[in-house]
Structure formats: structure tokens, C-alpha cells
Nanobody, 126 residues
Framework: QVDLAESGGGVVQAGDSLTLSCTAS????????MAWFRQAPGKVRELVAA????????VYGNFVKGRFTLVGDNPQKTIHLRLNSLKPEDTAVYYC???????????????????WGQGTQVTVSS
């Protein structure tokens, strides 16, 4: 069993910043990738950012456009997502995810990740 502990969501104004953090625990085998997804009401879940530890790769959703930065800390255990220049359209539930199988290279697909956190709400007011 894997537990993904998320923190850092909240209510902010447009232009503000937030940092989301996620720590994986509960399993001796290390994961191969961790990611943040988000889902707004009525919309599909989309990748915000992901890190592949073994291949040393980071990928970002197309909408990020340099505003967000993903940092790995305590490798294969903790990730931090810095959200800068937040916009009202960034309002969503943000989910942390982890991949322990390593059988897919599609970082953008939610099906790559077998474990998910409960989500943390980010609300950006105009």
C-alpha cells in the first residue's frame, strides 16, 4: 500500500503563488515517476507536471508555459510544485500521482500512475 500525502492548496488571488508538496510512503520499492495532475469541474484530468527519476526527465502540461516548476526532493519520495502567476483558470483540484510499475512512457496519461492522493483544492480569485 502506498500513501501520497499532499499539502499546500488554498485560496489565492490572481497573480499570487503557491507551492504544492507530495510525499510518498508505505512501500519499500521505489517509484519510477511522480506527477501532479489537476481536474476542474466538468473537465478531464490533465497533467500539470511529472518527473521520471530513472531517466531524469521532467514534463509539463502545454498550458504551463513556464509558470510552474516541479522539483524533486528526497528522490523518489517527495515532489514540490511551485505555481507562479496563478490565473482563475488554474482553479482545480490538484492530485499527486505515483508510478511503481514503469511500464509506460506516457507521462501525460493518468493510466500510467497506479497510486493517487486525495487531492488538494487550489482556488484562484480574479
Amino acid at each position: 500500500q502506498v500513501d501520497l500525502a499532499e499539502s499546500g492548496g488554498g485560496v489565492v488571488q490572481a497573480g499570487d503563488s503557491l507551492t504544492l508538496s507530495c510525499t510518498a510512503s508505505g512501500r519499500e520499492k521505489t517509484n519510477v515517476a511522480m506527477a501532479w495532475f489537476r481536474q476542474a469541474p466538468g473537465k478531464v484530468r490533465e497533467l500539470v507536471a511529472a518527473i521520471g527519476w530513472r531517466v531524469n526527465i521532467k514534463v509539463y502540461g502545454n498550458f504551463v508555459k513556464g509558470r510552474f516548476t516541479l522539483v524533486g526532493d528526497n528522490p523518489q519520495k517527495t515532489i514540490h510544485l511551485r505555481l507562479n502567476s496563478l490565473k482563475p483558470e488554474d482553479t482545480a483540484v490538484y492530485y499527486c500521482a505515483a508510478d511503481y510499475r514503469g511500464d509506460s512512457d506516457n507521462y501525460y496519461s493518468p493510466t500510467k500512475y497506479g497510486y493517487w492522493g486525495q487531492g488538494t483544492q487550489v482556488t484562484v480569485s480574479s
